[in-house]
């Protein structure tokens, strides 16, 4: 099965496609106090909804870069719903390519819950550090280990040890490369619930109405394994939060 339309299917209920929510990102967006006419960019940008509020907000300037030619599609068709989006454009890359016209010259850049991108948590902060000025935001969603998985666990969910780190290392991890960490927005169980639970009401809502994919079975059977095993584990071993860094020099 095609994994973007994995994702696509199994995230139709998200507005946000991370373990957070709505009122958090309200929080985030709040609190990062940003000029008027700021420049920004968004990796893994999902549906868009960050940058949208960005731009509701601040009328911030900027891309949603994301490599699911579903979620730009998505993230288009709710750009057009939006009245003071003018500044916002989306486009399909892998985010490991975007590079802004000049280093060191946006006021934000983000990558929240897609550290993959860029092959870990530490070489995400490299590369949005390296896009930002001095005094810049990188905003990171990144998971943790809350306690040391189990191999039963590891097995089912088909994470390795070394993905994650603690959430000290995570919030660490700014200090050795020129970053600042000023807060962090930290998911609480209902968050992971919510985000867990809508994908099996999407599932199974596309399961009553596309009885036909051919797709279906693999899809089905993924959400099944991948329930259990949050539940039986993952609910009380992988944490997630928001790191809210500043860029204290031109690296």
């Known amino acids: 099965m095609d994994t973007w339309k994995f994702y696509h299917i199994t995230h139709r209920e998200h507005v946000v496609c991370n373990p957070t929510s709505e009122e958090k990102l309200t929080r985030l967006v709040e609190l990062l106090r940003l000029p008027t006419n700021t420049q920004v960019v968004d990796i893994a940008c999902g549906k868009g909804e960050f940058l949208m509020r960005l731009t509701d907000t601040y009328g911030a300037h900027g891309i949603g870069v994301d490599i699911s030619p579903f979620f730009i599609a998505d993230a288009e068709r709710r750009l057009k719903a939006r009245a003071s989006t003018a500044g916002i454009t989306f486009t399909r890359m892998n985010g490991v390519d975007f590079k802004p016209d000049e280093p060191h010259s946006l006021d934000l850049a983000s990558c929240i819950g897609a550290s993959w991108v860029f092959g870990g948590h530490a070489n995400t902060l490299e590369a949005l ?25 590891l097995e089912a ?47 199974a809502e596309y399961a009553r109405t596309h ?23 993952g609910r009380d071993t992988l944490g997630w939060a928001i790191y809210m860094f500043r860029s204290r020099s031109v690296a």
């Open 129 to 153: 550090l390296s896009m930002v000025k001095p005094g810049g935001w990188v905003i990171v969603g990144e998971p943790y280990w809350q306690q040391e998985p189990s191999g039963d666990y």
């Open 157 to 203: 969910s088909g994470c390795q040890r070394e993905d994650f780190g603690s959430h000290f290392s995570n919030a660490e991890a700014g200090e050795p490369r020129g970053a600042e960490l000023v807060h962090t927005i930290v998911s609480s169980k209902d968050d992971w619930d919510r985000y867990e639970g809508l994908q099996w009401f999407a599932t």
């Open 211 to 233: 009885p036909d994919d051919p797709d279906l079975a693999e899809m089905v059977d993924r959400v099944s394994k991948a329930r259990a095993a949050y539940l039986r584990w």
